[in-house]
C-alpha cells in the first residue's frame, strides 16, 4: 500500500474541496480507508472512515458529520474526502489512512499512511 493525498488548498469559510487519496498497491480493495486531519499544535484527528465491502459501510466524526463524505472508486485505487460548508478551524494538514481493520478512530490503529495536503480555510 502506497498512499498519496492530493487536493489541498486555500479556500474560504463556507467553500468547498475535495480531496482524494490514490493507492498505488494492488490490494486496494481489500482495505478500509480513512480520513484524518491535524491542526498546528494538535493531535491528529480521524475524520471518516470507509470498509471494503463496495465502499457501502462509512463512519464519520461528530465534528464533520453533515459536512463531510467519504469515498472510494476500487476501480482507480481512489479514496475520496468531500468537505463542504467549511470552517477556519478546519485548517490543517489532511492525512489518509489504510488498514485492514474497520471502524478505527485512533492513530496509531492504521498501518498506512499517506504525506499530507494542506487545507487553509479563511474567514
Known amino acids: 500500500v502506497q498512499l498519496q493525498a492530493s487536493g489541498g488548498g486555500s479556500v474560504q469559510a463556507g467553500g468547498s474541496l475535495r480531496l482524494s487519496c490514490v493507492d498505488s498497491g494492488r490490494i486496494f480493495s481489500r482495505y478500509a480507508m480513512g480520513w484524518f486531519r491535524q491542526a498546528p499544535g494538535k493531535e491528529r484527528e480521524f475524520l471518516a472512515g470507509i470498509g471494503w465491502s463496495g465502499g457501502r459501510h462509512t463512519y464519520y466524526a461528530d465534528s464533520v458529520k453533515g459536512r463531510f463524505t467519504i469515498s472510494r472508486d476500487s476501480a482507480k485505487n481512489m479514496v475520496y474526502l468531500q468537505m463542504n460548508s467549511l470552517k477556519p478551524e478546519d485548517t490543517a494538514v489532511y492525512y489518509c489512512?489504510?488498514?485492514?481493520?474497520?471502524?478505527?478512530?485512533?492513530?496509531?490503529?492504521?498501518?498506512?499512511w499517506g504525506q499530507g495536503t494542506l487545507v487553509t480555510v479563511s474567514s
Open positions: 489512512a489504510a488498514d485492514l481493520a474497520f471502524g478505527a478512530t485512533v492513530p496509531e490503529a492504521w498501518k498506512y
